[in-house]
């Protein structure tokens, strides 16, 4: 798993996303120190590990990050339509405004009126995105959901990062087949029709997890060489 004294010719940022339980942390986990668990419990604030990986003769570090817990709340972003928002005691109803930015702007969805920090999303969605030039786009074979909030997830991406991140769809717990609820064929039809790089995998039992990062870390490595 890397020796730190190591001579590093390249580092390259890749961000995991995707809904809540999806596996990503356990991804990062058997990715980074080949560990998994399966009481895991949710990330707290943003984290990034790392792993120095030999690809054609170069050293090349991937730090990796992995999200907050913010996965609602990026998710939420696209919603803010239909938002009211709440400057101190004052509630404004009313479209997505970017004047407001800068302001302590808590929002609450109507539906749910569970209050957020608005401020702070953002800060952290545009720090998780800063400088990626991967991602690893994450669903639950076995939760048709998370597969359904895909679409929602990719442009998410595509409104934050630069616009040649090298993207891949992982469809994790591809140990759990009795309880496959995305087939394959739609997943990789999708993935080809996006123009993004597709596998299944498990974390529990290391299955495609590797591939996945010697996936995106060799094609960013052919793009920047
Ligand atoms: P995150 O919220 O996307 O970071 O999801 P976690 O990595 O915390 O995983 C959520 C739950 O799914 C945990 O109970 C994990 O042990 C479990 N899990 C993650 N990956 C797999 C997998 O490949 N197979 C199975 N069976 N369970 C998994
Ligand atoms: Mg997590």
């Known amino acids: 798993y890397g020796d730190p004294s190591q001579k590093v010719d390249y580092v390259f940022k890749v961000v995991l996303i995707g809904d809540s339980a999806v596996g ?71 479209d997505y405004n970017p004047s407001l930015e800068g302001y302590n702007v808590y929002c609450r969805r109507q539906t749910t009126g569970n209050p957020m920090y608005f401020d702070r999303y953002r800060a952290v969605t545009s720090a998780y995105y800063r400088g990626a030039v991967g991602a690893m786009l994450v669903y639950d074979i076995t939760k048709r959901q998370t597969f359904d909030h895909i679409p929602r997830w990719l442009e998410e991406l595509r409104g934050h990062a630069d616009k040649n991140i090298v993207i891949i769809l992982i469809g994790n717990k591809c140990d759990l087949e009795d309880q496959r609820a995305v087939s394959t064929e739609d997943a990789k039809e999708f993935a080809e029709k996006e123009g993004l790089f597709f596998l299944e995998t498990s974390a529990l039992n290391a299955t495609n997890v590797e591939s996945a990062f010697v996936t995106v870390l060799t094609e960013i490595f052919n793009i920047v060489n």
């Open 24 to 94: 990503k942390s356990q991804i990062l986990a058997r990715f980074a120190r080949n560990e998994f668990s399966l009481d895991s419990k949710a990330t707290i604030g943003v984290e990034f590990q790392t792993r120095t990986m030999v690809i054609q003769h170069k050293s090349v570090k991937a730090q990796i990050w992995d999200t907050a817990g913010q996965e609602r709340a990026l998710l939420d972003f696209h919603f803010f339509l239909s938002w009211t928002f709440l400057v101190g005691s004052t509630t404004l109803k009313s």
